[in-house]
C-alpha cells in the first residue's frame, strides 16, 4: 500500500519493460482487491453482528420520530431565539441512534463492495498499463475514504454503547487526525507514481515530483489544522462557527452517504468506459484526482469531527428514554385535559 509497492510496479515501465509492469501492476491490482474483500467482509460482519444485537434487546423497538427526527425539516432545528446553540448541547439533545448507526455501517460496507468490484475489474485489464496506472489514483480515493468510513460507523457505534463510550475518544483522533493523514499519504504516494509513467524519461525516479512536493505539504496542512481544531476546539467555542458544526452534527449517516455516492459516480465512470483504452495520465488529471481527495478528506475529517467530537463532552443519552419521558409528559397532559 505504500510508494514502494507502486514503484515496483511502475518503475519497469519508465525503463520501458512492459511486460514486467503488467505482471507487477496485476499483484498490485489484486493486492488491492483481496484488501477490499477483506474489509468489505468485516463490514458485512460488524452490521449483522450489530443488528443481531439490537434485535436481541429490543431496544430498537422504542424508538420513534424522536430519535429518527423524521417528522420534517422542524426535527433538525438547531437554534433557539434565533441563535445557534453550542454543538455540545445539539450533541445531547439530538443522541446517536440504532438506525443511523445501522445506516451507517450499510453505506460504509457498500462503499468497500463498490471498490472490490473496481479492483477487481482492473486487475482483468493490466496489459492496458496506462489504463491501470490512471485508474489507481481516482480508486485510491475512493477505497481510503470507504475504509475510513467503516471505522468512522465503528465510532458511531462504539460511541451509542455506554459501556463503550470512553472508547470512542480514542477512536475519534482515529477517524478524525491520523486516518485521513494516512490515506492522503497512499493518495500522494500513488499520485507519484502517475507522475512518474507521464514523463516516462523525462525525470528521475528518485527525484521529488510536483505531486509529491504538493502532496507533502497538503498532508503537512491536513494534519496541523485537524490537530488545531480538536486542540483548540474551534466549532465550539466561536459562535460564528456553530452553524457548520450543528448542520453536521444532526447529520451522523452522511459522511458515510457522501462516500458512497462518490464509490456509485466512479463505478458508473468506470461501466461507461467498458472498452480497453491507453490513456497516459495528463498532468490536470493528476493534479485533479488528487486535489479532489484531499477536498474529501478535508470535508469527511471536519463531518466526523463535527459528528463525534461535540458529543464525547457527555456521556450517551438513551433515545428510548426520551421517549418514555415524553410519553409521561403526553399522558400528564392528557390526564389533566380529562380532569378540566
Known amino acids: 500500500m505504500s510508494l514502494a509497492i507502486l514503484q515496483q510496479a511502475l518503475l519497469p515501465m519508465v525503463r520501458g519493460t512492459s511486460s514486467t509492469s503488467s505482471s507487477d501492476l496485476g499483484v498490485t491490482a ?4 483481496s484488501f477490499a474483500e477483506i474489509m468489505t467482509g468485516f463490514s458485512f460482519a460488524a452490521l449483522a453482528i450489530y443488528l443481531a444485537y439490537e434485535s436481541s434487546t429490543g431496544k ?3 424508538e420513534t420520530n424522536t430519535c429518527g427526527h423524521t417528522d420534517g425539516g422542524a426535527s433538525l432545528c438547531t437554534k433557539e431565539n434565533d441563535e445557534q446553540r453550542n454543538p455540545i448541547q445539539i450533541g445531547v439533545d439530538f443522541p446517536i441512534c440504532r438506525h443511523q448507526v445501522a445506516a451507517a455501517l450499510f453505506f460504509s460496507m457498500a462503499s468497500l463492495a463498490v471498490s472490490s468490484f473496481l479492483y477487481a475489474s482492473l486487475s482483468t485489464q493490466v496489459e492496458y498499463s496506462s489504463k491501470v496506472v490512471a485508474a489507481l489514483l481516482p480508486y485510491g ?8 468510513a467503516f471505522f468512522y460507523s465503528l465510532t458511531l457505534m462504539t460511541y451509542a454503547n455506554s459501556f463503550t463510550w470512553l472508547a470512542a475518544k480514542a477512536a475519534y483522533y482515529v477517524v478524525v487526525i491520523a486516518g485521513p493523514t494516512v490515506v492522503l499519504c497512499f493518495l500522494v504516494d500513488a499520485a507519484q507514481g502517475a507522475w512518474y509513467f507521464r514523463c516516462a524519461d523525462g525525470c528521475s525516479p528518485e527525484g521529488w515530483s510536483p505531486p509529491l512536493f504538493g502532496g507533502t505539504i497538503s498532508v503537512g496542512v ?3 489544522v485537524s490537530l488545531l481544531i480538536s486542540w483548540r476546539r474551534v466549532f465550539e467555542k466561536r459562535k460564528s462557527l456553530y452553524w457548520i458544526c450543528n448542520l453536521l452534527c444532526v447529520r451522523p449517516v452522511l459522511p458515510t452517504i457522501i462516500i458512497f455516492f462518490f464509490a456509485a459516480v466512479m463505478a458508473a465512470i468506470s461501466m461507461l468506459i467498458s472498452e480497453p483504452v491507453q490513456y497516459v495520465p495528463s498532468s490536470p488529471f493528476i493534479w485533479g484526482s488528487l486535489i479532489g481527495g484531499v477536498a474529501l478528506l478535508a470535508f469527511f475529517a471536519l463531518a466526523c469531527g463535527c459528528v463525534v467530537g461535540p458529543r464525547l463532552k457527555n456521556p450517551p443519552s438513551d433515545p428510548t428514554e426520551k421517549v418514555s419521558d415524553q410519553a409521561v409528559e403526553r399522558n400528564s397532559v392528557s390526564d389533566g385535559t380529562r380532569n378540566s
Open 60 to 62: 430498537h423497538n422504542a
Open 222 to 224: 491536513l494534519l496541523g
Open 141 to 148: 480515493v475512493i477505497f481510503g475514504t470507504s475504509v475510513l
Open 30 to 33: 489484486n493486492t488491492y482487491t
